[in-house]
């Protein structure tokens, strides 16, 4: 059995003024598509806080926003046939998505992203697309203004 690889992650809990969530829908590796928050995997040196910030500026062409980590987890999945053991800090993020400049788009088209969409809680719920992390919803609950 093929130890697992070991990756430290940022995830991104954007919410506009209505409570939703943006998620990207990102081409699956098995042909599947999914959804998820913006981030990713954090590079040499950098901390989880650092990896946030980057991810903002690259994903959602953030430049002026207040980070606030709101909860983290250790998951486990499998990507390109390669176990993943995956440690995972996701940190909140209000306001609004600005204009997706030339650049953010050309990181999407790069990174697998195939369209992205505010949700809400309930809309996550009911969804019958798969949509990670599992717990989305319930942790979303747990946010206080």
Request: glycine residues 6%; charged residues 30%; negative net charge.
């Amino acid at each position: 059995m093929t130890a697992p690889d070991l990756r430290r992650a940022s995830r991104l809990i954007l919410l506009d003024g209505q409570r939703r969530v943006l998620l990207f829908r990102h081409a699956g590796t098995n042909g599947e598509a999914f959804w998820a928050p913006p981030g990713g995997g954090l590079e040499i040196g950098e901390t989880f806080e650092q990896a946030a910030w980057r991810e903002a500026c690259e994903e959602l062409g953030l430049t002026c926003f207040t980070l606030r980590r709101v909860w983290e987890r250790v998951t486990n999945f499998v990507y390109i046939d390669r176990p993943v053991h995956q440690h995972e800090w996701f940190f909140l993020i209000k306001g609004e998505l600005p204009t997706i400049s030339p650049d953010v788009d050309k990181v999407h088209r790069q990174e697998g992203i195939l369209e992205m969409r505010w949700w809400t809680t309930a809309e996550i719920e009911s969804t019958s697309e798969p949509v990670f992390p599992e717990e989305l919803a319930s942790e979303l609950r747990k946010i206080s203004d």
